[in-house]
């Protein structure tokens, strides 16, 4: 399916994908990227969303016809650093065929510099 972020651009494509993975490596202010500041934290988020798929094979077309979303958020809180990963179900999926997978999330922060 086709995966997006808030925004666009030459980041936002996967750097390396396999079957099981996609993996995404841009930086903090990248892809559409909303900063927020609160007292004492700044808040970087994101949306990371699977739009509608229709996968063309040798017995006919296939669809998946549900919606998923996924919000990432960093909170920089003083001297020490949070991340939280947050699934957002905005339509029931339908009845599966197959027995589901397990959902694997990872999220690495890598060293880097802020700049405001």
Same mark, same amino acid.
């Given at each position: 399916?086709?995966?997006?972020?808030?925004?666009?651009?030459p980041?936002?494509?996967?750097?390396?994908?396999?079957? !099981?993975? !996609?993996?995404?490596?841009?930086? @903090?202010? !990248?892809?559409?990227?909303?900063?927020?500041?609160?007292?004492?934290?700044?808040?970087?988020?994101?949306?990371?969303?699977?739009?509608?798929?229709? $996968?063309?094979?040798?017995?006919? $077309?296939?669809?998946?016809?549900s919606?998923?979303?996924?919000?990432?958020?960093?909170?920089?809180?003083?001297?020490?650093?949070? $991340? +939280?990963?947050?699934? @957002?179900? +905005?339509?029931?999926?339908?009845?599966?065929?197959? $027995?589901?997978?397990?959902?694997?999330v990872? +999220?690495? +922060?890598?060293?880097?510099?802020?700049?405001?």
């Open positions: 399916g086709i995966i997006s972020f808030l925004g666009d651009g980041t936002c494509s996967p750097v390396g994908t396999t079957s !099981a993975f !996609a993996i995404y490596q841009f930086p @903090v202010t !990248a892809c559409g990227t909303v900063m927020m500041e609160e007292p004492g934290v700044i808040v970087y988020e994101n949306r990371m969303s699977s739009s509608y798929e229709v $996968a063309l094979g040798p017995l006919g $077309a296939i669809t998946r016809d919606q998923y979303e996924l919000s990432v958020q960093c909170r920089y809180i003083g001297s020490s650093i949070e $991340a +939280l990963v947050i699934e @957002v179900g +905005l339509v029931p999926p339908p009845l599966p065929v197959a $027995a589901p997978g397990p959902l694997r990872e +999220l690495r +922060l890598g060293n880097g510099e802020c700049t405001s």
